[in-house]
């Protein structure tokens, strides 16, 4: 069974930056497209960022230039860098794998307000 650790959030100002991590125990990740997953009040989880398992990463237009994902296969953790913060990015940040159809139990997630 995969735990998914979360953290690295926290309240930044516009403009400010980010950098979450997720440690994976149980099991190595590595075989698995992973993603950045974020929820906001009120709205639906999204998928925001993902990295293929041969190193590809994909982005939701609205992060594209701002965030980074990347991974380090020895240490089982995912990291999402997050610069040029919004206020519109301020959600609670999950990872999983970015397939729906094989998902791990979710994590408590970290929470990312950017704020004035």
């Known amino acids: 069974q995969v735990q998914l650790v979360e953290s690295g959030g926290g309240l930044v100002q516009p403009g400010g930056s980010l950098r979450l991590s997720c440690a994976a125990s149980g099991s190595s990740f590595s075989i698995y497209p992973m993603g950045w997953y974020r929820q906001a009040p009120g709205k639906q989880r999204e998928l925001v960022a993902a990295?293929?398992?041969?190193?590809?990463?994909d982005y939701v237009d609205s992060v594209k230039g701002r965030f980074t994902i990347s991974r380090d296969i020895a240490k089982n953790t995912m990291y999402l860098q997050m610069n040029s913060l919004k206020p519109e990015d301020t959600a609670v940040y999950y990872c999983?794998?970015?397939?729906?159809?094989?998902?791990?139990?979710w994590g408590q997630g970290t929470q990312v307000t950017v704020s004035s």
């Open positions: 990295i293929a398992s041969g190193g590809n990463n």
């Open positions: 999983n794998v970015a397939l729906s159809s094989r998902w791990f139990k």
